[in-house]
């Protein structure tokens, strides 16, 4: 299937033949459906927080011993789809032809001013004419301006302050860092995940902020930039799920989706880690809002970490009946898992063990109202044990009647809020590609210059790729999640002063 010039090619990228077959295999066989046993919801899988409860979680967060702390931030790749409405309202203005007023471009133009990037020295006295529009979208997207149609969202200015200050995404990560990651020695700690290409534009922006919110907020920020390794991209295939070739018969290679990060995390020397997606920030009124249920998210993580460790130490001592009967109650009512019968007492002690011994996760869960995100199910897994998971609609069976019906009764959904706890009990890193489901990526439809081909998506950081973790959902209000996945999102309140 391969020639000696593709292998030059695969192992060039740092990958493998068989690594690459494997890949392939997963094109003609398809990945399975997840066997879902129903939805996660407040009867039975979210805990919903009264506000003591939630003051004591920040309280146990506040008091906890932990060996570091870092906030990671997944920020790879341009913003090329925040403005891709955008970029098609300059296209049909380029051809001569106006837009309707309802269209994007024409929204961009019209409210230009309420966006933080504008300036009137940039974009000059409103008007309302195809010219004027084609003026603002040139100056928005292109080098003729801001050039904001091939840089990262990271760098892209989202908020205006009522004293002037404009803050970017990054900058905004920056803050908040400073209200819930600072750690007892004053540092901030940042790992925030960026294209290679992007790194100068990535440094100018915190080099331009960065000193005024140490002496601000009296921190000291620690930035990390890492890179997706390109050794975890994936090969593309056609139709027939043959090799998909370039025009010069070179093998096409695709970034496998967010569940390559699980390599970057896995470099994290933190124990303590939160996550949360590069625009999924808002203006600073919210600020309290979010710190606080960050905090809540935090000390519910330490909560269950410390008593797994306990657990954990206790089964070392002096395993007992009466041990495993509690482990048990425990792993059912807390995180949903429940073990399959073992034929004796040893075999249930390291199965109970097993279970226990492995990261943490608390996953933020806001009520579905109509936004886009992946929903929490309680899953049947290969060993007979039921586990919490976070599942994309393209990984459930739209022909399984349960499975539909289960999506219909969901009540939450998941706003890549998350907490980890990377470390066991005695201390010593997780190995988290150990803990990788293999068998919940799944497979989409792409195109590359103008020619259809289907891409290969590795098991998604917060889905598959954490998919043998111990893992609580806890609700979190809707408040707490703005992400702006179009660039005319920045007109909604979250993020308007």
Known sequence: MFSQKDITQIQE?????????????????????????GPATPARGIRVLSDKEADDAIRYYETSQVDGKCKFVPASGA?????????????????GEDLPAEAPGSRLAAQIDRFAFYTRELFGEKGDSAAYRRCVLEKVLTDKGLGYGSKPKGVIRFHRYADGEVRTAIAEHLVEA?????NADGTCNLVVTISPEHKTLFEDALAEVRPVYEARYGVKYNVTFTYQDK????????????????EEDALLFRPAGHGALIYNLN??????????NIDNVAHEKLLGTTARYKKVLMGEALKVRDRIFDYLRRMDEAPSVALCNEVENFLDKELCVQIPLAHNESERVEMLRAKLNRPVRVCGMVRNEGEPGGG?????????????????SVQINKDDEGAMTAMSRATHFNPV???CCLKDYKGRKFDLLSHVDPEAGFISSKSYQGRELKALELPGLWNGAMSDWNTLFVEVPLETFNPVKVVLDLLRPAHQA
Not at 13 to 37: T, Y
Not at 79 to 95: N, Q, Y
Not at 178 to 182: I, W
């Open 267 to 276: 470099q994290v020397e933190e124990e303590l880690v939160s996550i949360k």
């Open 417 to 419: 809020d998350l907490v």
């Open 231 to 246: 050794a975890t991209d994936t090969i593309a295939v056609d139709g027939k799920n043959k090799p998909f070739r370039t």
């Open 79 to 95: 913003a090329s789809r925040m403005f891709k409405d955008i970029f098609a309202g300059l296209s049909v203005l380029e051809k």
């Open 13 to 37: 990228r740092g990958s493998s033949v068989r690594n690459v077959e494997e890949q392939m295999d997963h094109f003609r066989k398809g990945f399975p459906w997840m066997k879902i046993v």
């Open 178 to 182: 400073a209200s819930y990651m600072r």
């Open 376 to 392: 929490p199910y309680i899953i049947a897994g290969k060993d007979g044990s039921t586990s919490l998971q976070i599942l994309e």
